[in-house]
């Protein structure tokens, strides 16, 4: 059987507003990306009566074997959208866990994406909304990653509008689970996307945005606050700004120049952090 080669971006939350809460689930808005660090997934038609599912790469210590690819799977085949097929996958994990940068959600949108170009899952769009709904909240946002825009009542706004951002993407040797994060939120933020536009995405009007998770990070991880005040001395930054409920915090940039120069800059003063230069895509 073809194996096909699946490149699994990792979504980046340029900006992140906490505005309420609907029985245990907040209520958010955010402005998002993609970025050209992705994990790689191999995968191919196998005979038998299960999925493989194998993890490998750096970032691939101690995941669940109850995962969100695991879970999909389960999905699909407890409706039988895959028609008693089974594959074999294999995930090479280059983005960090634990991150906010959604990388076990992307990993199940990217192979959702992928059933649904070549024809082999056929779903309406109830369909797909409710199926992404029971893998994750993020989910839905990386079936055809573009730019978007998540309104408050879960609506998402997609653009195709490169904003030509360089980043660099640092994280310390620890990750924030989202569920200890979003339990300390304690106010809210008045809606700022319902109305999504275009424009939202010009570097002037992000640079003036927040994450409303960052406080509540950064007071349980002094260290956060530390590395994100130290980018912030780095030249020609547009902004800093910690992405999804941490642990990863990235600058952006004009230029690529700019970017080589702070990813340097970085390096010298935290070696034994992960950190990567990257673009918006």
Same mark, same amino acid.
């Not at 191999?42 to 490998?56: D, L």
């Not at 825009?149 to 640092?170: D, R």
């Not at 120069?261 to 992960?274: D, Q």
């Given at each position: 059987m073809k194996v096909f080669k699946i490149k699994s971006h990792a979504k980046i939350n340029l900006a992140l507003n906490i505005i309420g809460k609907k029985f245990r689930l907040h209520k958010i808005?955010?402005?998002?990306?993609?970025? !050209? #660090?992705?994990? $790689?997934?191999? *995968? %191919?038609?196998? @005979?038998? +009566?299960?999925?493989?599912?194998?993890?490998?790469?750096k970032f691939s210590k101690n995941i669940s074997k109850k995962n969100t690819v695991s879970t999909l799977f389960d999905l699909l085949d407890k409706k039988n959208f895959l028609n008693d097929k089974k594959f074999k996958v294999v995930i090479i994990k280059n983005i960090p866990q634990q991150a906010g940068m959604g990388g076990g959600s992307m990993n199940a949108a990217s192979l959702i994406d992928f059933f649904l170009k070549s024809k082999t899952l056929r779903l309406k769009n109830k369909e797909l909304i409710k199926l992404t709904s029971q893998i994750g909240s993020d989910v839905i946002l990386g079936i055809k990653p573009a730019n978007s825009? $998540?309104?408050? +009542?879960?609506?998402? %706004? %997609?653009? !195709?509008?490169? *904003? !030509? #951002?360089? =980043? #660099?993407?640092?994280k310390p040797n620890f990750g924030c689970t989202t569920k200890a994060i979003y339990s300390k939120v304690k106010s809210f933020s008045k809606s700022k996307f319902s109305y999504p536009k275009k424009t939202m995405f010009n570097k002037e009007y992000l640079k003036n945005l927040d994450n409303d998770l960052e406080n509540i990070a950064f007071k349980k991880y002094? %260290? #956060? &606050?530390?590395?994100?005040?130290? $980018? $912030? =001395? =780095?030249?020609? +930054?547009?902004?800093?700004r910690m992405s999804g409920s941490g642990s990863s915090i990235v600058a952006y940039? +004009?230029?690529?120049?700019?970017?080589?120069?702070?990813? &340097?800059?970085? &390096?010298?003063?935290? !070696? @034994?952090?992960?950190? *990567?230069k990257s673009k918006t895509i």
């Open positions: 808005e955010s402005i998002i990306c993609f970025i !050209n #660090l992705y994990d $790689l997934i191999y *995968i %191919k038609q196998i @005979s038998g +009566n299960s999925h493989k599912i194998i993890f490998k790469g825009i $998540l309104s408050s +009542n879960g609506k998402i %706004k %997609k653009f !195709n509008k490169n *904003i !030509n #951002l360089y =980043t #660099l993407v640092v002094p %260290k #956060l &606050k530390k590395i994100k005040s130290y $980018l $912030l =001395t =780095t030249q020609n +930054n547009i902004f800093v940039f +004009n230029s690529k120049r700019a970017c080589d120069k702070a990813y &340097k800059k970085y &390096k010298m003063k935290f !070696n @034994s952090h992960w950190y *990567i």
